[in-house]
Every structure is written in C-alpha cells, then in structure tokens.
C-alpha cells in the first residue's frame, strides 16, 4: 500500500459543530502531517507528529486539535470554526521525519457556514 | 522566519515551449525538494535535491539545486498539456527543523 488516504473527501459544518478529519498511512511513515491550503496559495503546515509525538504545532488555534492514536492514524478534531477556516486540509506522511520526502493524500475539502 | 519564493507567479506557454521556474530561500537549506500540484488534486513529490550544485533530469524535467543551497531551479523542455498544475519548491532547513513551501508558479500551457 503506497498512498495516504484520507477522509472525508468534502465536509460542511456550521460553527457551533464538532467534526473530525481522519488520515491513514500504511507504509510504515515515522512522521504525519497536517497542512491547510486555500486557494491559489502553498499548502501551510500546521503539526507534525514524529514517531507518534507532536513535534510541530505552528501555533494553530486550539479549535483544530491534533491526534495520532497509532503510527498508521492522524486525526484532526475540528471545533468552533470560523468561515475563514474553510480551506482544503492536506495529510502528508514521510518515512523517516521532517525533511524527508513528503506523500499527500487527496484531502479534504472543509466549508464552515 | 525561513521564507521561500518562487518566480514566476504565473507562466501561460504555448505547447511546445520551455519553461523555468525559480526558488530563492531566506536561508541556508539541508535540502529542497519539488511537488507538482494538478488542478483540483493535491501536491506530488517529483524529486530531492540534496547536494550543493546538484543536477537531476527526469525526463523532459531538470532540477537544479544552488552553490550555495539556498536556490533551485525547475525547468521543462518542450512543454506538453500534461505539464499544467502548479509547482512548488519546498526548503528543508536542519535550523527550523521543517520544510516551507515556496509560493509556487502556475504554469499553463496552450495547445
């Protein structure tokens, strides 16, 4: 299995809503990812997990909060958003740690009404 | 912070031309490695560079990476329609411990 996946493929939620995105990798990557990206812009990183370990948190707001249950699983759990939050959310996994190659998944494309 | 920029913000090119896309880095980098990004999918690695003064061909594709490793360049001879996304540089630097993605050039090209 060589591909990140992850879901859901779209999402809409209002701002008092609690929603989750999940993100799964099994080629054994010691580090996942979370980027957003909105449009015509670079995918900007937010955590990175390194053997199953926050090692990054680019000082998101605490409404996005990250989990990595095992080495195979990424989660963000989603709370509060704002409209300006709707983007695509991108998970990246990488075999050995941050400046390694990176694979994307097809993300996920969040509406915040 | 690191900082990394690309130039041109957007290329239109008729099939058949060449095209070069530039990474400068505010910053010294461990490594640089380039994602090719399709409209309406998602970033995907094409290569690493790693060594001062680097060159690697994939192809139709040549990446070049700096003397000093804080530049890189992409460049794709005789462009053809599946050449269209975005590209994007993205700079490891071992002081910041992640990588930053460069502010990507669209290219577009024109049958």
């Known amino acids: 299995d060589t591909e990140v996946t992850q879901t859901p493929k779209h999402l809409v939620m209002g701002m008092t809503n609690k929603k989750s995105l999940k993100c799964e990798q099994h080629m054994g990557h010691r580090a996942m990812y979370w980027y957003k990206q909105k449009a015509k812009k670079p995918p900007e990183l937010m955590f990175v997990?390194?053997?199953?370990?926050?090692?990054i948190n680019e000082s998101v707001p605490s409404r996005f909060s990250p989990e990595c249950p095992n080495s195979s699983l990424l989660n963000l759990h989603l709370h509060a958003l704002q409209p300006e939050d709707s983007a695509l959310y991108l998970c990246?996994?990488?075999?050995?740690?941050?400046?390694?190659?990176?694979?994307f998944g097809p993300g996920t494309r969040l509406t915040v009404l | 912070g690191q900082q990394v920029m690309q130039i041109p913000q957007y290329q239109h090119v008729q099939e058949g031309e060449d095209f070069t896309t530039y990474c400068n880095s505010s910053?010294?980098?461990?490594?640089i490695q380039w994602y090719k990004q399709r409209p309406g999918g998602h970033p995907v690695f094409l290569i690493q560079l790693v060594k001062s003064g680097e060159v690697k061909k994939q192809k139709r594709l040549t990446f070049q990476f700096g003397e000093a490793k804080k530049n890189s360049s992409l460049h794709i001879t005789a462009t053809q329609t599946t050449d269209v996304g975005t590209y994007f540089c993205a700079g490891y630097s071992g002081g910041y411990q992640k990588v930053t993605f460069g502010t990507g050039t669209k290219l577009q090209v024109i049958p």
């Open positions: 990246a996994s990488s075999p050995a740690g941050e400046g390694d190659t990176q694979y």
């Open positions: 910053t010294t980098l461990s490594n």
């Open positions: 997990y390194s053997y199953e370990k926050l090692s």
